[in-house]
T-cell receptor, first 116, second 111 residues
Framework: DTGVSQNPRHKITKRGQNVTFRCDPI?????LYWYRQTLGQGPEFLTY????????KSRLLSDRFSAERPKGSFSTLEIQRTEQGDSAMYLC??????????????FGPGTRLTVT | DAKTTQPTSMDCAEGRAANLPCNHS???????VYWYRQIHSQGPQYIIH???NNETNEMASLIITEDRKSSTLILPHATLRDTAVYYC????????????FGKGTSLLVTP
């Protein structure tokens, strides 16, 4: 399968713990995006990378959130000191930036986080 | 990006055409109309996009009005597997990053 993969698919953690999610984009894609989706809402943008550079962060990305893409391939999203409000589906997407323009985003299945 | 308005929910009988409307009256000249859908417990899936001409691919057709203030996504022969939330998004072709999903239309295809 050459699509976007995310691990783990589900994570249950206690409030105050740190969690880390991983996203593996489609191999030739140079842009990688993170979104968060709460129940009944559409996905909301968190941040994106072009290769290894983090180019944009949403105001939703508080100081407890950090994302990395160290070699321009896979990415990790870490949440420190989790709160119950962090419970959501975390979605990763990738796309290919070429001179002709930026192509459509392809999404992974998401990581569902539950903070108890 | 221009704001879009979609009905909250729609029903469609299996085998019939599903016509999903979207209003985007503030769309500007360089903005495209994109459609994504999200099947329950899956990530969003790209369907189609267009600027001003009607577009068709293996999944759907996109009809954009001449004034570009509204559009309709057409699933010609809806199946049960088309039950999903459908998002209409307006954005410049080369804007690069965030997709602004909104709440979309929840389409239920019934037997």
């Amino acid at each position: 399968d050459t699509g976007v993969s995310q691990n783990p698919r589900h994570k249950i953690t206690k409030r105050g713990q740190n969690v880390t999610f991983r996203c593996d984009p489609i191999s030739e894609h140079n842009r990688l995006y993170w979104y968060r989706q709460t129940l009944g809402q559409g996905p909301e943008f968190l941040t994106y990378f072009q290769n290894e550079a983090q180019l944009e962060k949403s105001r939703l990305l508080s100081d407890r959130f950090s994302a990395e893409r160290p070699k321009g391939s896979f990415s990790t999203l870490e949440i420190q000191r989790t709160e119950q409000g962090d419970s959501a589906m975390y979605l990763c997407a990738s796309s290919l930036l070429e001179n002709r323009g930026i192509y459509e985003q392809y999404f992974g299945p998401g990581t569902r986080l539950t903070v108890t | 990006d221009a704001k879009t308005t979609q009905p909250t929910s729609m029903d469609c009988a299996e085998g019939r055409a599903a016509n999903l409307p979207c209003n985007h009256s503030t769309i500007s000249g360089n903005e495209y109309v994109y459609w994504y859908r999200q099947i329950h417990s899956q990530g969003p899936q790209y369907i189609i996009h267009g600027l001003k001409n009607n577009e068709t691919n293996e999944m759907a057709s996109l009809i954009i009005t001449e004034d570009r203030k509204s559009s309709t996504l057409i699933l010609p022969h809806a199946t049960l597997r088309d039950t999903a939330v459908y998002y209409c998004i307006v954005r410049p072709r080369n804007s690069g990053y965030a997709l602004n999903f909104g709440k979309g239309t929840s389409l239920l295809v019934t037997p």
